[in-house]
């Protein structure tokens, strides 16, 4: 800690000071960095929490833009030094250091003077910054029992430590905090959609995740199905990358996961076996209309896709008066597509069969875009010349002459009128 102890500025080598002894006695719950004046204009905050790398003690930083996360990993001295040379009139201008029992506030002045005081920690400003982190609130022990009650899946789980969620003793990777909570996000609109659908009875539950990636979902709901609620589920990935398929399948063997499989494809011309669930997240463009016709082609009763770029709708479409003016503005007319498009999914769902709903997900780590649409198959069908007639207007007052999930639902006659 010596380049810690070497600061001259009193207040910031009390900071310091304090800072060290909390790492020291393991009472440092986490650093977090705000009021930014710096020169990089999307940096928003610094979030560092200690953790332990190859039996070494770190801190891992975690630098939050306006679209991504930068995480860096470094020995406590280095760690320390980092965050500390962040601080000031043209960094941050507020550091916190959290411990269970205080919280110590460095804030500098705009004329540059630095102050320091000590508290007791305030739960409100506790809970912000953790939702900011991504994480459940930590202020206080039963604060974050109850809020572990709430996850459905616990940090122990094997396939967690094998993707990197989780550390080698079962401890979330701080870098991995926003990916744990929409992994459980997951997992609980999924509940509630099996709830509501004829599989909650069913003994068999066939499950096939399009464009699954590095797995994180599919070994999630492949986990909830079978683990916790003891299902004979059956879990697909589909993957384009040969190397993701890979790593997955190493995975399925070495953790001896039964009922899953990883398989390399294309939604557009894949043919499962069996589906009861299909899932699509940031399915790009059409794919997602692809995605969604397989899934009602097979009789799927769960549908659920992220979608993302609306590329096929937009160049198609009209600026109707008195839309004109508003849509002159190209970011206000790619809006207008991303609203057009899903919500022309949702109501071809609807005349498919299904109960809709379009709301806001959780962002991906590669896309901002954060809607799901999700259908549940409806036990009792019910006429759709309705629902026909408003795809038809709507289509009409928009000039789009072609929107490619009707099209694909028209070929195969699963779309009346």
């Known amino acids: 800690m010596s380049e810690v102890s070497a600061l001259t500025d009193p207040s910031v080598a009390r900071f310091a000071h304090l800072i060290e002894q909390a790492l020291q006695q393991g009472r440092c719950e986490r650093i977090v960095l705000a009021h ?160 509501r659908s004829s599989l909650a009875d069913q003994p068999q539950i066939h499950v096939v995740d399009f464009g699954s990636g590095k797995g994180y979902l599919t070994f999630a709901i492949h986990d909830w199905l079978r683990h916790t609620l003891q299902r004979d589920a059956r879990v697909t990935g589909v993957e384009l990358r040969a190397d993701l398929v890979q790593l997955c399948q190493r995975v399925i063997g070495q953790l001896h996961l039964e009922g899953m499989d990883y398989e390399q494809g294309d939604v557009r011309d894949y043919h499962p076996a069996a589906l009861n669930v299909m899932i699509a997240l940031h399915a790009c463009d059409v794919a997602t209309d692809y995605a969604i016709h397989l899934g009602i082609r097979a009789g799927a009763e769960i549908i659920m896709c992220s979608p993302c770029c609306h590329k096929q709708i937009r160049p198609q479409l009209l600026s109707p008066h008195p839309l004109r003016p508003i849509l002159q503005h190209g970011i206000h007319l790619g809006q207008e597509a991303e609203m057009l498009t899903d919500g022309l ?73």
């Open 36 to 195: 930014y004046t710096g020169a990089e204009p999307q940096l928003q905050r610094v979030i560092a929490r200690p953790v332990t790398l190859r039996d070494q003690p770190h801190l891992s930083l975690v630098y939050r833009y306006q679209t991504k996360d930068i995480t860096k990993n470094l020995p406590l001295a280095e760690g320390c030094g980092a965050v500390l040379g962040l601080c000031g009139p043209q960094g941050f201008r507020n550091a916190h250091l959290h411990t269970a029992t205080e919280e110590v506030q460095l804030a500098f002045s705009k004329k540059g003077k630095a102050s320091v005081r000590v508290g007791k920690p305030s739960n409100a400003e506790a809970l912000q910054a953790a939702a900011a982190s991504g994480r459940p609130g930590v202020a206080s022990q039963g604060d974050a029992h109850n809020r572990d009650k709430h996850r459905f899946l616990d940090l122990s789980r094997p396939f967690l430590r094998e993707l990197g969620v989780t550390d080698a003793s079962g401890h979330l990777i701080p870098a991995m905090s926003r990916k744990w909570k929409q992994i459980n996000k997951f997992i609980e609109v999924f509940s509630a959609a099996l709830a």
């Open 345 to 417: 999914r949702a109501l071809l769902l609807d005349a498919a069969g299904y109960d809709t709903q379009v709301f806001e997900f959780i962002s991906l780590e590669h896309t901002n875009k954060n809607k799901m649409i999700l259908a549940v198959k409806r036990s009792t069908p019910r006429p759709a010349d309705e629902v026909v007639a408003q795809i038809r207007d709507i289509k009409a007052f928009y000039g789009i002459q072609e929107q490619c999930l009707e099209s694909l639902l028209k070929a195969d006659g699963l779309l009346p009128g």
